[in-house]
């Protein structure tokens, strides 16, 4: 069984027991939130497709901390001037672990 969410803008395809990192969201460790805008079920062959999100459906999932992601750096070079500079940029992120998906029908 899966299921496709949406987090802020971004769309997540998850299973029971994924570890998913999502933009930061403003809860605490131990948490357990629900997300409730599914897009799409999954549950032995049988698809449900949400017009725009399922009807019912959520899915539970526990926050295990804040972290983040990977250094992404920009740099601008401007020939035969000597002029350039460089910025770093690091995404705060959310950790989620997946609990359940319910279908709610």
């Known amino acids: 069984m899966y299921a496709i969410v949406e987090v802020g803008a971004k769309q ?57 992601g990977e250094k992404t750096t920009a740099y601008k070079y401007r020939r035969r001037k000597s002029s350039h500079w460089e910025k770093g940029h690091r995404a705060q992120l959310t950790e ?3 609990k359940s998906i319910d279908l709610g029908s």
């Open 96 to 98: 989620l672990k997946i």
């Open 12 to 68: 997540y395809n998850v299973e029971k027991d994924d570890i998913i990192q999502v933009d930061k969201q403003v809860v605490d460790k131990g948490k357990l939130i629900i997300l409730d805008k599914v897009l799409l079920v999954s549950k032995d062959k049988k698809v449900e497709i949400g017009q725009p999100y399922v009807k019912g459906a959520k899915v539970e999932a526990t926050v295990l901390g804040q972290t983040k």
